[in-house]
């Protein structure tokens, strides 16, 4: 139990066009979804918190504008690259937990963006 | 702020031997720690999860163990073997800060045959 699918697995995009990706928890109900980057050879780092029904918790430094992040129902979250850019390309992942904090993450196989 | 770090960065061994990745980390706030596993251009597997109330995990080949107090993990592979190689991330999941995880930034490990 506890699958996180994301879709697209890949995408690749021309300059300044939007890409929407999908967070989806297949068997449970996630309270919190977390969004995370991963640039070649390096770590992830989280972008923003989302809980259901209310407004994403950006980390600093990243633009709440360009990446826009709904969380409209338990199982479901999806992250927008608005505008996006040759340096947004990067690898997306995604986790959801049950509960804030008192629960597992359970993450998902990721997104490869490229924008050309 | 938490901080994880992973010693070494790269790791290069024979088939065969047993090893030893450590994770440390500066708030010992902690939820849980995962152990995952990433190959080149792919996601996450995750290997071992071990709760705040844990000391250790174990799967198989692999050992994890946890020092809250000290702010340390290790993860150990026994007779390692050419299909290990990856990069092994450690994250910490902070019992605050609204579940935050924070990442290490990874050992890559080579076993050669």
């Known amino acids: 139990g506890a699958v996180v699918s994301q879709h697209p697995s890949r995408v690749i995009c021309k300059s300044g066009t939007s890409v929407k990706i999908e967070c989806r928890s297949l068997?449970?109900?996630?309270?919190?979804m977390f969004w995370y980057r991963q640039f070649p050879k390096q770590s992830l780092m989280l972008m923003a918190t989302?809980?259901?029904?209310?407004?994403?918790?950006?980390e600093q430094g990243v633009e709440k504008d360009k990446f826009l992040i709904n969380h409209a129902s338990l199982t479901l979250s999806t992250l927008t690259v608005t505008s996006a850019h040759p340096e947004d390309s990067s690898f997306y992942i995604c986790?959801?937990?049950?509960?804030?904090?008192?629960?597992?993450?359970?993450f998902g196989p990721g997104t490869r963006l490229t924008v050309l | 702020k938490q901080e994880v770090t992973q010693i070494p960065a790269a790791l290069s061994v024979p088939e065969g031997e047993n090893l030893v990745l450590n994770c440390s980390f500066t708030?010992?706030?902690?939820?849980?720690l995962q152990w995952f596993r990433q190959d080149p251009g792919k996601g996450l597997t995750s290997l071992l999860l071990?709760?705040?109330?844990?000391r250790e995990q174990t799967s198989g080949r692999l050992n994890a163990s946890l020092d809250k107090s000290s702010g340390r993990s290790t993860l150990y592979i026994a007779a390692s073997q050419p299909g290990d190689s990856a990069t092994y991330l450690c994250?910490?999941?902070?019992?605050?800060?609204?579940?935050?995880?924070?990442f290490g930034d990874g050992t890559t490990l080579t076993v050669k045959p």
């Open positions: 986790s959801a937990s049950r509960a804030a904090s008192a629960d597992t993450q359970y």
């Open positions: 068997d449970f109900q996630a309270t919190t």
């Open positions: 989302s809980n259901e029904g209310s407004k994403a918790t950006y």
């Open positions: 708030d010992s706030a902690i939820y849980n």
């Open positions: 071990i709760q705040s109330s844990q």
């Open positions: 994250a910490v999941r902070s019992d605050t800060n609204a579940g935050k995880s924070t």
